[in-house]
């Protein structure tokens, strides 16, 4: 009789334990998870960019001004003209964050200086995600 009450303390220690490894374990999967969701969510964001510069470019708007600023806003917004309560893409993500760079034949889109807020820690991308789209007929039009 005296064993089992026992027993009864010593299951709910293992309990305890194993409680604090599988939390930890849980936590640890959503943190990788949400970002790579996140991640992916970014190249999609960024190569919308680029294949809108590609063709902006194409049609003879390369030296717009505002060539830069709809290719940031279509990153961060995903649309080259946002409503003014528009929502980012990304939570964190904004246009200063976006660069765009035209050679004579292809449009290059990156995120610098941004970094994925996960749950205990900020994973920062140095440059990436980038994604570069040839500029049909070479930029000349």
Known sequence: MRSARRERGSVMIEFAGALILL????????????????????VNA???????????????S?????????????V????????????????????DNVELILGPSTATVSLRDFGIDALF????????????FPIPNGGSK
């Open 46 to 60: 960024v190569r919308t960019g680029a294949r809108y510069a590609s063709l902006r470019a194409a049609s003879g």
């Open 62 to 74: 390369a030296s717009d001004p505002q060539l830069a600023k709809s290719v940031a806003n279509m």
């Open 121 to 132: 820690t900020k994973i920062k991308l140095a440059g990436r995600p980038t994604v570069t």
């Open 76 to 95: 961060v917004y995903g649309e080259p003209q946002p409503a003014a309560n528009a929502r980012p893409v990304v939570r964190g993500l904004a246009g």
């Open 23 to 42: 939390s930890a374990m849980f936590t640890g999967i959503f943190q990788i998870g949400y970002t790579f969701f996140t991640y992916s969510t970014l």
